[in-house]
């Protein structure tokens, strides 16, 4: 989809996208939230768009977009599984499910596999650290994670 | 008359399978003729119970738990919609022992009503400590809470009445309440349980906050971790400006306070305050010098009020019952109750809101019921990623600001993570380091230099490279780190790394480190 959205098309969104939004106090997070909602990721030629919206220079919204974890800067997989790396998780074997999703996927943090299927994020607590360990999968929570369970959710996922 | 069922929306409770317990429920009480209401609540933060499930009869609640879709069949032949005996069965949910040695007043209403019925709300004593406020002179509210005792439940505990006169004394023709609602801290879920189960409580804490200080607009900033607080709070939100609770004239006052949801973005440091005010205000998250106070320049330079969930939502009840009831609860300069955050390797996990006071070993080993794993309990990390690892030996530690402080430790937001004797403590210090220099915000050099090479050092310990050297290093960089940094990521990072090095020095010697790759 991302790839063969046109330089117009994607000003043409951002623009609406900032019309809609400039009237907040402080809008450049909300932006930049919608545009990742819309492409994935905030696509390169969004920030000169935002910026000219906003009154501000590229290099400021660049700034603001590369300072947040979240916001990404190249399209992600189909599916986006964010495992919780944080100490309460740790504590309930969190960090060998980590190791174990990397080994299944074949990738690293914050890497996608080759077959666009899967994107693997770390995060740092998902407020689910009485039932840990936690992960988040396309946005949906799952609590007291275990080895079966993951090689499920990797099956399901790459299906 | 329809059986009232009630089953948890609580994400935590979802992700535990709640969704599909509530759809098969439906389910069979619809294939049986059964005429049954199912209300969706927040949690009763009795984790290990959950998908609970409760049935309203003429005793009261009754529970069950933890409940499967393959349950369900099993628990209607046994008669459980009129509290039948199962094997899952728990009893009057308030008798559950783990709920009743708790002193619920924040989390009053959590878990009991549907967090988006205003009706409930109010059936439940809701808005009575804004009716009161009302009523009121403005410095009489801000004297009330200071009155209480009440401290900032974020983690630094200053005095919230004093912050609220402060900015109430500042003259603006704009002034904010900001509620923090980053809850970054590992191990700690009470803003969002109760931003899901009791999200009126929020508004509510918010509005008397505006009151008292002059304040006309609120800012709820939550993570972008949380999204079912996010859509449950401004579900509610707009609700409460629907029964003009919100708005230019908050119950009929002619007094105007609105409120916004605005999300983070996954960065640790907006918790801290003014990183926070940046970031509100679409900028980088870096932490600003201070003064000038965000009470005297905070967003957008105006006077404004930056509380945690917690502390905003213990201020109903205060105005409700007044400052002398909340004040009596607890211990020296900790007043009222805390909603402890017990999570990690328990086998009692959950939200325990009780008085300030007892020990570290009394919510370890007696409440939380000591490991899941039934090992033995080694290190318990107090306050967060930033907060010290408690040996065994300092378990007679009360909860208590000062009483924490004194052993090197803090309680932060009041969450606790359990470890059994599996542990490396050296690799908990250096995933302190780590997390330290991930979440950085730049500005100074000891947190985001020291911190790398943080790492660096419990890696050469760990390969035995000269590791006495490496531990006097590793020493020296922390007291850099504690008096160099301009905030507590830097500056507190040392805690759970000197505790773990002080209380467990035999884990820092030279070994492998079973580290997830980079
Ligand atoms: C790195 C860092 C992260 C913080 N994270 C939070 C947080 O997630 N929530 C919070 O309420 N306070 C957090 N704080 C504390 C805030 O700076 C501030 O003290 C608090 O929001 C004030 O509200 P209170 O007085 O009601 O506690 C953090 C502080 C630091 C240094
Ligand atoms: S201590 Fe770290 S997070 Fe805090 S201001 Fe300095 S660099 Fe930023
Ligand atoms: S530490 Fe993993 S969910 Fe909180």
Redesign the pocket.
């Known amino acids: 989809m991302s790839l063969s959205q046109t330089v117009e098309e994607i000003s043409t969104r951002v623009t609406a996208i900032c019309d809609d939004l400039a009237g907040l106090e402080g809008p450049l997070l909300p932006i930049l939230h919608e545009v990742q909602e819309t492409w994935g990721f905030i696509p390169e030629g969004a920030l000169q768009t935002i910026a000219k919206k906003l009154n501000l220079s590229r290099a400021e919204v660049h700034g603001v977009a590369s300072f947040y974890h979240d916001f990404r800067h190249n399209a992600p997989g189909r599916h986006v599984i964010k495992i919780c790396r944080a100490e309460a998780c740790q504590a309930m074997g969190g960090d060998a499910i980590a190791n174990q999703a990397q080994r299944k996927l074949g990738i690293g943090w914050s890497e996608t596999t080759p077959d666009q299927s899967v994107t693997l994020e770390p995060v740092y607590c998902l407020g689910l650290c009485a039932c840990a360990p936690a992960a988040m999968v396309d946005g949906k929570l799952v609590a007291r994670l275990d080895n079966d369970r993951l090689d499920r959710m990797i099956k399901e996922v790459r299906s | 008359m329809s059986l009232k069922i009630f089953i948890p929306l609580d994400s935590a409770s979802v992700a535990l399978g709640a969704d599909d317990v509530a759809t098969a429920i439906a389910k069979a009480a619809d294939m049986r003729g059964i005429d049954i209401t199912l209300i969706r609540t927040g949690s009763r933060g009795l984790y290990w119970l959950e998908p609970m499930v409760e049935i309203a009869t003429d005793n009261g609640r009754i529970a069950y738990g933890p409940v499967t879709p393959d349950d369900v069949d099993a628990l209607f032949d046994a008669g459980f919609i009129t509290g039948g005996e199962h094997p899952l069965s728990l009893g009057k949910t308030e008798e559950i022992p783990f709920l009743k040695k708790q002193t619920r007043l924040t989390f009053a209403r959590c878990g009991i009503i549907d967090p988006l019925s205003p009706e409930d709300y109010r059936a439940h004593d809701g808005w009575a400590g804004l009716e009161k406020a009302l009523k009121l002179d403005p410095a009489d509210i801000v004297q009330q809470v200071t009155d209480s005792g009440l401290?900032?439940?974020?983690?630094?505990?200053?005095p919230?009445g004093i912050?609220w006169k402060t900015v109430a004394d500042a003259p603006a023709d704009q002034k904010y309440i900001v509620c923090?609602?980053?809850?970054?801290?590992s191990g700690t879920f009470a803003?969002r349980m109760i931003m899901e189960g009791e999200p009126f409580v929020l508004i509510e804490g918010m509005i008397i906050a505006g009151i008292a200080t002059g304040a006309t607009k609120g800012y709820v900033y939550t993570?972008s971790e949380y999204p079912d607080a996010i859509r449950i709070m401004t579900e509610a939100i707009d609700i409460a400006r629907a029964h003009k609770v919100l708005g230019p004239d908050v119950l009929g006052s002619g007094k105007a306070f609105d409120i916004e949801v605005r999300m983070g973005a996954g960065a640790?440091?907006?918790?801290?305050?003014?990183?926070?005010l940046n970031s509100l205000e679409g900028k980088r998250g870096v932490?600003r010098a201070k003064p000038p106070l965000p009470a005297h320049e905070g967003f957008l330079g105006k006077p404004t009020v930056?509380?945690?969930?917690?502390?905003?939502c213990s201020v109903p009840v205060i105005l409700d019952k007044g400052a002398d009831f909340y004040r009596d609860f607890g211990m020296g300069r900790s007043r009222g109750t805390i909603p402890i955050q017990i999570a990690g390797n328990v086998k009692y996990g959950g939200l325990f809101e009780t008085a300030f006071g007892l020990t570290l070993g009394e919510i370890v080993d007696d409440i939380a019921g000591g490991t899941a794993t039934g090992k033995p309990v080694r290190a318990v990390q107090v306050g967060g990623p930033?907060g010290a690892y408690f040996p065994r030996d300092l378990f007679d530690t009360p909860f208590d600001y000062e009483a924490f402080a004194k052993r090197d430790g803090l309680i932060g937001?009041a969450g606790i993570v359990v470890f059994d004797d599996s542990v490396d403590m050296m690799k908990q210090a250096r995933f302190a380091m780590e997390f330290c220099a991930i979440?950085s915000c730049g500005k100074c050099t000891p947190c985001r230099i020291g911190s790398v090479r943080g790492t660096e050092v419990v890696d050469k310990i760990a390969r035995g490279e000269d590791p006495e050297r490496q531990i006097a290093l590793l020493t020296d960089l922390c007291q850099t780190m504690k008096f160099g940094s301009l905030?507590?990521?830097g500056?507190?990072t040392p805690y759970p790394v000197m505790s773990a090095l002080t209380h467990f020095p035999n884990d820092f010697k030279p070994h492998a480190l079973d580290i997830a790759a980079e």
């Not at chain 2, 401290?151 to 200053?158: D, L, P, T, V």
């Not at chain 2, 918790?271 to 926070?276: D, F, M, W």
């Not at chain 2, 930056?306 to 905003?312: E, F, G, K, R, T």
């Open positions: 401290r900032g439940r974020g983690g630094a505990g200053f919230t912050k923090n609602a980053d809850e970054g801290d803003d993570r640790y440091v907006c918790g801290e305050e003014t990183s926070l932490v930056v509380n945690n969930v917690i502390s905003l930033l937001h979440e905030c507590a990521l500056g507190f």
